[in-house]
């Protein structure tokens, strides 16, 4: 006979279980394996992984070059659950630089946001009870065949493998998904004209001026200056102030030769300077 979600349920309920003060029933394993596949379902749907601790990984893997920006699904189960029940997985494991990023399993997520009349207590006791009674039933050498929602795991003869539906079968990369999600980040900037540490752009200011900037294109509102601009701007101000007819005597003679003087202002050896 095949272990299924209904055999899961109906032997986890009979092992006398309880969270909190009350006993479990079949139908309350019922809900949180419900709560749990919509929780594994939406992250799939948002092309996110998810990590069901003890157990396995269910994620995706960028496939192709970065032009294609192909995802397909990956079934990773956790090194400790192959030992403790000594049973076999004959799969490769993916590069972690290759998988999207995964989220841990929350029991107070899944209680709230996939559930009615389920708490934290009865997800986590639930939970780890169901993972433990499949692991064992793959180990005895059962036939196993449990729904994840987004795909079925299978045992047979102390084997497991994982089959995903057709309708997860390979999915389009988001921009940051492709990039690695190195994308939602800004890396601070330097001037290059000067070394690191003399005349840097601080990290917040590049920060900022580069969110403003992205929301002045969506609006389309006038794009604020850089904090480079600013800095020029307010060199230039200094340096027209400080290039006024008559403040200079014959003599002086200073630098830099990029300042643009009015003609007529000055006599043929003088040379304005920036205002000091």
């Known amino acids: 006979m095949t272990f299924t979600e209904s055999t899961l349920f109906r032997d986890c309920a009979l092992s006398g279980k309880k969270a909190g003060n009350k006993e479990v029933t079949a139908e309350t394993y019922q809900a949180v394996w419900k709560a749990l596949q919509?929780?594994?379902?939406?992250?799939?749907?948002?092309?996110?992984?998810?990590?069901?601790t003890g157990m396995c990984s269910l994620t995706w893997r960028r496939s192709g070059s970065s032009k294609?920006?192909?995802?397909?699904?990956?079934?990773?189960?956790?090194?400790?659950?192959?030992?403790?029940?000594?049973?076999?997985w004959r799969g490769l494991c993916p590069a972690p630089n290759e998988l999207v990023s995964c989220e841990d399993i929350n029991f107070a997520k899944i209680a709230i946001?996939?559930?009615?009349?389920?708490?934290?207590?009865?997800?986590?006791?639930?939970?780890?009870?169901m993972f433990s009674k499949i692991g064992s039933a793959i180990a005895t050498g059962t036939d196993v065949k449990i729904d994840f929602k987004v795909g079925t795991l299978f045992g047979k003869d102390r084997k497991i493998d994982f089959?995903?539906?057709?309708?997860?079968?390979?999915?389009?990369?988001?921009?940051?998904?492709?990039?690695?999600?190195?994308s939602a980040t800004i890396a601070p900037q330097t001037?290059?004209?000067?070394?690191?540490?003399?005349?840097?752009?601080?990290?917040?200011?590049?920060?900022?001026?580069?969110?403003?900037?992205?929301?002045?294109?969506l609006t389309g509102a006038p794009a604020p200056l850089s904090f480079r601009e600013v800095k020029e701007r307010k060199a230039s101000a200094r340096q027209q102030k400080?290039?006024?007819p008559g403040?200079?005597?014959?003599?002086?003679?200073?630098?830099?030769?990029?300042?643009?003087?009015?003609?007529?202002?000055?006599?043929?050896?003088?040379?304005?300077a920036p205002a000091r």
């Not at 403040?247 to 003088?270: E, F, M, N, T």
Request: proline share 9%.
């Open 163 to 182: 089959a995903f539906s057709s309708e997860f079968s390979r999915a389009r990369c988001t921009p940051s998904q492709d990039m690695g999600d190195a």
């Open 242 to 244: 400080a290039c006024l």
């Open 68 to 88: 294609e920006g192909l995802l397909r699904p990956a079934f990773v189960p956790v090194e400790a659950f192959i030992k403790s029940n000594n049973i076999q």
């Open 191 to 217: 001037s290059p004209s000067m070394p690191p540490g003399r005349g840097a752009v601080p990290a917040e200011a590049t920060t900022k001026v580069d969110t403003m900037a992205v929301t002045a294109r």
């Open 38 to 52: 919509a929780w594994v379902e939406s992250q799939f749907l948002i092309k996110k992984g998810c990590h069901i």
């Open 247 to 272: 403040k200079h005597s014959p003599a002086q003679v200073c630098a830099p030769a990029r300042y643009v003087h009015l003609p007529g202002k000055h006599s043929p050896v003088q040379v304005c």
């Open 113 to 129: 946001r996939f559930s009615q009349d389920l708490n934290k207590d009865m997800v986590f006791t639930c939970s780890r009870h």
